[in-house]
């Protein structure tokens, strides 16, 4: 029996990702494609660049709203199963360490204004509590951002011990806590 889904390998060579993204670069790549050549194949029905259209369209085509779906939430897309959601997670958690680092060893957290400035990526838009905190150095730059719970929609618990325990293992000097 034959599909009538058209298969990458059936496109065009210059209409293939994986061939865009060699000769021209990412920029010339939509999202779908670019998270295509993650998860590598499709579906019967569809293939990797129609799944992950489909997906993104589920998302309203928004990259933070896909960042925020958990695996559990990722796999319940048919042609989605643990690898591939790891797949779409991973380069998510790369970016956000890669910005991390870059403005670590320059974050002075001098008040509540710089420490919301610096945990607000982290906590927008969560659909349940967090508690982090922020560990500093005497000159008040950072030296870890740490998330020391997670909780229900509306609470979580916090074991102070832990918090300072924490603190003792890196050798911080003073801390914010952000909820």
């Known amino acids: 029996m034959t599909s009538n889904k058209l298969s990458i390998k059936d496109w065009d060579p210059s209409d293939r990702p994986r061939e865009k993204f060699k000769q021209f670069g990412s920029a010339y790549l939509t999202n779908a494609e670019l998270l295509a050549l993650l998860i590598g194949n499709g579906t019967r029905e569809l293939n990797a660049v129609q799944l992950m259209q489909y997906i993104l369209k589920v998302n309203d085509n928004d990259l933070n709203k896909l960042q925020q779906q958990s695996l559990e939430q990722l796999v319940r897309f048919k042609g989605i199963g643990t690898v591939k959601a ?48 922020v560990y500093l150095n005497q000159s008040s730059r950072l ?18 011990r832990l918090a300072f325990k924490r603190a003792f293992e890196i050798g911080g000097h003073s801390s914010y806590f952000s909820s």
């Open 143 to 160: 030296i870890e951002k740490y998330q020391l719970s997670r909780g229900g929609i509306t609470q979580t618990a916090v074991d102070l």
């Open 86 to 133: 790891i797949k779409i997670k991973a380069p998510f958690d790369l970016c956000e360490r890669m910005y991390y680092r870059g403005i670590k060893s320059k974050t002075v957290v001098k008040d509540s204004n710089s420490a919301f400035t610096l945990l607000a990526p982290d906590l927008q838009n969560l659909p349940h509590e967090e508690f982090w905190i």
